[in-house]
Structure formats: C-alpha cells, structure tokens
C-alpha cells in the first residue's frame, strides 16, 4: 500500500513546485438527491478542476482501492486513513447537501415553452491530514436552466424538497411500487397531522399515515408511502393525497400520477452519463464546483512550501 500511495505522489511531483501540497479528494456524499453515482460523479468533476488549475491530486477511486483493501466501512474517517496512507497532505470532503427542482413556463401567444430551473448546494471540509484537524468549512450554491427536452423529461423523475412550503409530494409523477414521499411545512406549529391516498375516482383510502407532530424548531412533517396496496404495487392511475389535522379537517389536497410502464424519462440519473450533461442539474452541480474550487485554491496557496 505504501507504493500505491507514492506513485501518486510521483504523479503529482512535478506540480509540486506550484502549489506545494498534494490534494486528496474522497467519494461525496449525498443527502437525498435522487441522483445516481453522486459519490465518484462529484468527485471527478472537482479532480478535473483542480487539474486545470495544475494542482496535484490523489482521485476519489484511489480512496476507495485502499478502503476495499482494508475491508473499512465508508465514512469520512477511512477516508482520512486513506488519505493518510496515499501520503496526502490536505484531504477534501464534499457533501451534495441538496438538489432542488422547479418547473418553468413561458408564454408566447398560443406558444408555451416549459423548462427547469435547478440549485444544487454543495459544502466541502478541508482537512489537514498531518494535524489532523479541519482548515476550512466551504458552503456554495449554483443554479442551472434547462429548456432541452432532456431537462424537462428529467423533471419528473427528480425528486424535490418537500418541505417547500405547504402540502406536497416529492414528485408529480412516480412508478409503480415506487415510494411516495409527502411533507407539510406547518406555518403555526406545534400541531399534529395524517395524511391519507386514495385513487381519484375513489373516496376510499388505500393508505392512511400515522399521526405525526410539527414543533416550533421542526415544523415541517413527512410521511412515506412505500406504493403498495394489500402486498402489491398500487394500480396505475392518477391519486389524491389529503393532509388533514388531529380533528380530521382536511387542510390540503395533492394529486399525483403512478404510471406502470417504464417511462423513457425514468433513466437511471447518473452523473457522467451522456443524457445528464447539459441538463439544468449539471449546470447547478458545476456551478457550485466552481464557486467552492474558487474559494479553494487561494488556501491552497496559503498552504504552500
């Protein structure tokens, strides 16, 4: 293991002499965006640009050859091993701490053109491997806009936050078997609530939620359907969600679509794929990579010798 880390270091010898210091960076972690590969996906995009800008750097997948070596579980600790191993000097690591989506809607006479806005939060903690503390805490928003068909399709199939404000679904349209996630930001909490899901044609629930509590520093509340009725997937169709209070008022309404055959839309959202680039979600991501890397590389200099 010990080569395995001097080759990089050799790798990276000749940039030394700028920058000084040779940059780890660990697979990213993910809270909840619905994108798939966020962990290597991000982290390569942030290599990349830290190679442009000439500095020396020990890729995610190094991190991960030596966490498999040493059977580790993954989290930020093996990765600070890792680094440690690979004889890093600073270590990166990034969180995709959102990804949040919305429709918009252009009018042109009897022409209406629909596309996406995005916004990706990414935050990054720079560790010092040898003091084996924290230099800096970086937090960076970018946002992205997608008219292509492909930014629409995708749309769909990214979930958004339900904690938005008032009642909603974390997306419009799901498929069968897929899980339905709800939420209700409670503009006067504290207060208890439930949420029930019938198909549209029918006031009969097929689901009915447990009671769950707002608070003054929590007011938002969620509830997951897993999508099945009496063991099976529920039937294609169009549902309405009914929030309701403790008195069993019905408060709010949500419609949503479950869809039984695969949708061309519903593709694996896989950062890197060829479909992803261009899309309102890459622009976001590679806005916010760039206003973090920007805050980087003048502590990277600082750092130098």
């Known amino acids: 293991m010990r080569r395995f880390g001097l080759l990089f270091v050799g790798l990276g010898f000749l940039a030394l002499g700028v920058w000084g210091k040779t940059v780890a960076v660990a697979p ?13 996906g991000l982290a390569e995009m942030l290599e990349g640009k830290l190679r442009e800008a000439g500095v020396p750097v ?24 890792a680094a440690a191993a690979l004889n890093a000097d600073l270590l990166l690591l990034g969180t995709l701490e959102g990804l949040h989506t919305a429709q918009i809607s252009l009018t042109l006479g009897f022409l209406v053109l629909q596309g996406v806005n995005a916004q990706a939060e990414v935050s990054l903690v720079v560790w010092e491997v040898a003091r084996g503390q ?3 805490t970086f937090r960076e928003k970018g946002t992205g806009q997608g008219q292509a068909t492909a930014s629409f399709r995708l749309f769909f199939a990214l979930p958004w936050d339900v904690c938005a404000g008032g009642f909603r ?22 207060n208890a609530f439930y949420v029930t899901v019938r198909p549209q044609a029918s006031l ?32 294609p169709g169009l549902y309405v969600a009914e ?10 309404t949500r419609t949503f679509e479950i869809q039984g ?45």
Not at 264 to 293: I, K, S, Y
Request: aromatic residues 10%.
């Open 58 to 81: 020990i890729p995610a997948r190094a991190l991960e050859s030596f966490r498999l070596g040493q059977n580790l579980p993954r989290t930020p600790e093996t990765w600070k091993q």
């Open 134 to 136: 924290a230099l800096a």
């Open 169 to 190: 679904t974390s997306k419009p349209v799901y498929l069968q078997g897929e899980p339905v996630i709800l939420g209700y930001l409670d503009p006067t909490p504290p």
């Open 204 to 235: 009969l629930p097929v689901w009915t939620s447990p009671h769950e509590a707002s608070a003054v520093d929590a007011p938002c509340v969620k509830w997951t359907w897993d999508g099945y009725v009496g063991g099976v997937p529920a039937e």
């Open 28 to 40: 990213f972690a993910d809270r909840g965006s619905g994108l798939v590969g966020v962990d290597f």
């Open 261 to 305: 055959i695969f949708a061309g839309w519903a593709m694996e959202l896989r950062l890197g794929a060829p479909e992803f680039a261009g899309t309102a979600w890459h622009q976001a991501l590679q806005a916010a990579l760039d206003a973090l890397v920007a805050k980087l590389l003048p502590l990277l200099q600082e750092k130098r010798g």
């Open 243 to 252: 929030l309701r209070d403790a008195a069993h008022n019905l408060l709010a």
